[in-house]
């Protein structure tokens, strides 16, 4: 008799057990999808700054290039001094 109900005990041990850890793994899960979701999030953002500061370099640069070209102007139409 003793033996039945070890084994019984046993067994419904095993099954809580076994429902525990099926919500871990549920759990566990749905965590790692939340952190893919978080880096993808930050990798969007990212390439969206890097996007942005290009566009600025870039505006920047044609700036510097209007404000050079009308210096350069006069210093090329000058006589070259012998």
């Known amino acids: 008799m003793r033996k039945i109900v ?5 067994a419904a041990g095993a099954l809580t057990l076994a429902a525990c850890s099926e919500k871990t793994e ?3 899960a749905d965590t790692a999808d939340s952190a893919m979701a978080d880096a ?14 290009t566009d600025a370099a870039a ?10 070209a009308p210096a350069e102007a006069p210093a090329a139409d ?5």
């Open 59 to 68: 505006e920047a640069t044609d700036a510097a290039a209007d404000a050079a």
């Open 40 to 53: 993808e999030a930050a990798a969007d953002t990212a390439t969206d700054a890097a996007a942005d500061a």
């Open 78 to 82: 000058a006589p070259a001094a012998e």
């Open 6 to 10: 070890l084994a019984a005990a046993a």
């Open 26 to 28: 549920e759990a566990a």
